[in-house]
C-alpha cells in the first residue's frame, strides 16, 4: 500500500497568510493525487485534481504543486471560509490511500 | 449534475451486517472508466477508503476489510450497494460514496462528488 503522510497535522494561521501544508508518498503516485477540504458535519470537497488542477468553483487563491511522491498545497491569503481540514488522496493505486489531514486553525 | 446519496440504517448491532445503498443520478456506471467509491470516516478521524466498483464490474476492497466487504452495482436503478458483515463498534464512521472520475480523463481518477454521508453507530 502506497503510504501518504501529511504535515503538519494541524496549524494556526491569520486571516490573509499565506499556507503551505505538504504531502508525502511512500512510493511515486504519478500525476494521480488530489486534495480535498472538509468542514466539520460536510462531505469532503474535491479542492485539486492531478496535482495541480484547479476543480471547478475553486477560488485562485489554492494552488498545488508537486512531482512524484512529494506535493504541497497552499492558500495564498486565508479566508475566513478556509478554517478547515485538508487531506491528500493517492488515485495511482489500489488501495486508495488518503493523508491523515491538516487541520488549518484560527490564530 | 452528478448527484450521490447514501441510504440505510443510522444504528447496527454488534455482529450484524451494515448495507448502505448509494444511489446517483448525472452519470451512468455503463460509462467506460467511471467508477463509485466507498469512503469512511470515524467521529474526529481521517478519511479511510472501502472499496470501489467500476463501470465493468470490476470490484475492488480495502484489504484490511477485504474479509468482510462486499460492492455490488445495479446499473439499471443508478445504485451501488455496499455490505459490511460482523460489524462492531469501531465501524461507528460516517460513511459515504463518491464518483471516480476516469483515469485516463483530466480529474485523473480523483473523487470529485461526494455524497453527504450517513453516519452509523455500532452498539447494542
Known amino acids: 500500500d502506497i503510504q501518504m503522510t501529511q504535515s503538519p497535522s494541524s496549524l494556526s494561521a491569520s486571516v490573509g497568510d499565506r499556507v503551505t501544508l505538504t504531502c508525502r508518498a511512500s512510493e511515486t503516485v504519478d500525476k494521480y493525487l488530489s486534495w480535498f477540504q472538509q468542514k466539520p458535519g460536510r462531505a469532503p470537497n474535491l479542492l485539486i485534481y492531478g496535482i495541480s488542477g484547479l476543480h471547478s468553483g475553486v477560488p485562485s487563491r489554492f494552488s498545488a504543486s508537486g512531482s512524484g511522491t512529494d506535493f504541497t498545497l497552499t492558500i495564498s491569503s486565508l479566508q475566513p471560509e478556509d478554517f478547515a481540514t485538508y487531506y491528500c488522496l493517492q488515485s495511482y493505486s489500489l488501495p486508495r490511500t488518503f493523508g491523515q489531514g491538516t487541520k488549518v486553525e484560527i490564530k | 449534475q452528478i448527484t450521490l446519496k447514501e441510504s440505510g440504517p443510522t444504528l447496527v448491532k454488534p455482529t450484524h451486517p451494515l448495507t448502505l445503498t448509494c444511489t446517483f443520478s448525472?452519470?451512468?456506471?455503463?460509462?467506460?472508466?467511471?467508477?463509485v467509491g466507498w469512503i469512511r470516516q470515524p467521529p474526529g478521524k481521517a478519511l479511510e477508503w472501502l472499496a470501489l466498483i467500476y463501470w465493468n464490474d470490476d470490484k475492488r476492497y480495502s484489504p484490511s476489510l477485504k474479509n468482510r466487504l462486499t460492492i455490488s452495482k445495479d446499473t439499471s436503478k443508478n445504485q451501488v450497494v455496499l455490505t459490511l458483515t460482523n460489524m462492531d463498534p469501531e465501524d461507528t464512521a460516517t460513511y459515504f460514496c463518491a464518483h471516480q472520475a476516469p483515469w485516463f480523463a483530466e480529474l485523473s481518477a480523483a473523487f470529485d462528488i461526494w455524497s453527504q454521508g450517513t453516519t452509523v453507530a455500532v452498539s447494542s
Open positions: 448525472g452519470f451512468s456506471l455503463n460509462t467506460t472508466g467511471v467508477g
